[in-house]
C-alpha cells in the first residue's frame, strides 16, 4: 500500500512539472508574440498626390492603417482616442480600413470600424484592396503616419507598447511632441499588429460574405 501511494505521489508531481513547463512555454511564445513588430513599411516622405483621401490643410493629420478583423488594433484605437482627445483642435485623423474588393459590408463594419467612427475630429475611410495602404507604404494594422499641416511626414510607426495593449508609449509620446512643435523628437517607433493586407491569412475562407 504505502509503496503505491509512493507511486501515485510520484506520477502526480511528475504531470504537474510537466504542465507547468506546458504553461510556461505558452506564455513565453504569447510574450515573444506580443512583443514582435508587424513589418515597419516605407511611407512616402510627402503626401501622396493621387491619393483621394483629403490631404493637409494648414493642420497636422494622423493617417492610421487599419485592418477591421485585426484583435490587436483595438488598442490603437483606444490610443488615438486618447490623442484625438488630449489634441482637439490641433490634429485630424484619417482611419482607413483594408477590406478585399468582394467583401460585403458585413465582413468590414465591425467593431473596431463603430469604435474608430465614435472617436471626434476621425475621419473613417474604407479601403478596397489595399489601394491606400500601398500608396502610404503601410503593411502592419495599426500603422500610424503623422504629416504636417504641408504634406510631409513627421511621424512612422505605432502608438502602442505592444500586440493588443493599451498604455503610455514612446509613439504617442512622439506624436504628441512633434505637434507641439519639439524637432528633437522620435520620428519612428514599431508598429504591433496584424498583416494588413494578407489576403490568405485574414480573409475568411471562400467569399459567401
Known sequence: MIRALAGRDW???????????????????????SATPGNAGDPP?????????????????????AHPRCPCTRASL????????????RLEARVVF??????????WSTELWSGASAIPGVEVILDRDAIEARR???ETSGHALL????????????????RGHAG???GLGAIEALIRGEKTARRRTPVF???LHDFEALAPAGRGL
Open 11 to 33: 506520477h502526480l508531481r511528475a504531470l504537474a512539472g510537466l504542465w507547468l513547463i506546458a504553461v510556461t512555454g505558452g506564455l513565453g511564445v504569447l510574450l515573444k508574440y
Open 45 to 65: 516622405y510627402h503626401w501622396p498626390t493621387n491619393s483621394p483621401i483629403r490631404p493637409p490643410s494648414g493642420r497636422p493629420v494622423l493617417v492610421m492603417m
Open 78 to 89: 483606444e490610443e488615438l482616442d486618447r490623442l484625438m482627445a488630449r489634441n482637439a483642435g
Open 98 to 107: 483594408f477590406a478585399p474588393a468582394y467583401a460585403g459590408e458585413d465582413w
Open 136 to 138: 502610404f507604404g503601410a
Open 147 to 162: 504629416y504636417d499641416g504641408e504634406g510631409t511626414l513627421m511621424f512612422s510607426g505605432g502608438i502602442t507598447v505592444a
Open 168 to 170: 503610455d508609449n514612446a
Open 193 to 195: 499588429g496584424c498583416a
